[in-house]
């Protein structure tokens, strides 16, 4: 079973008031294991990123100015993710942000009769009334994250594929 861990920032929190994806990372997850295989690109949201969002990611409008729209990269993400369950953290915020990029260049969802995996909703079941970000989780399953300074799509890919696979042995084991 192929799954994709992705993972989405954005110059905002909301595609409704135009916000784009600035940074997208997958990390390939098959048959319970982390593979090599990835996928990581920033893109040129055309438009400036939102400070607060800045302040999670440390993602510039500057830094974006010289790097492909999502619309020249399309077929590459398209390319990886097929065929896939995908794996989320907020599902909902990256694939509304995926689909709302899809649909300003005229593609389909890529939810449209997809399997998507909600880690944190998994998280909030396993651990109710307790924090369940990606943070939390790392320390509950002592991942070790002090690398990570800020918010990005690759790393907090690499950093939810690990939370996910010890979310999974944690369901598959006897009560």
């Not at 400070?51 to 990886?80: C, T, W, Y």
Request: proline share 3%; hydrophobic share 40%.
């Amino acid at each position: 079973m192929r799954e994709v861990v992705l993972v989405a920032e954005a110059t905002g929190l909301s595609p409704e008031m135009g916000h784009r994806i600035i940074e997208l990372g997958c990390i390939e997850v098959m048959d319970g294991y982390i593979t090599e295989n990835k996928y990581h690109q920033y893109f040129n949201p055309q438009r400036n990123v939102n400070s607060e969002a800045e302040d999670a990611h440390g993602i510039s409008a500057d830094f974006l100015r010289d790097k492909p729209l999502f619309e020249q990269m399309v077929e590459g993400i398209i390319n990886f993710i097929d065929g896939s369950i995908l794996v989320a953290h907020d599902a909902h915020f990256h694939i509304q942000f995926l689909n709302y990029e899809m649909d300003l260049i005229g593609l389909q969802p890529v939810d449209k009769d997809r399997a998507v995996i909600d880690t944190f909703k998994i998280a909030q079941q396993k651990f109710p009334n307790q924090k369940n970000n990606l943070d939390a989780l790392c320390d509950r399953f002592n991942i070790k994250y002090e690398h990570r300074d800020l918010d990005g799509a690759l790393l907090d890919s690499e950093l939810l594929a690990e939370a996910y696979l010890e979310l999974k042995r944690l369901h598959n084991q006897p009560h």
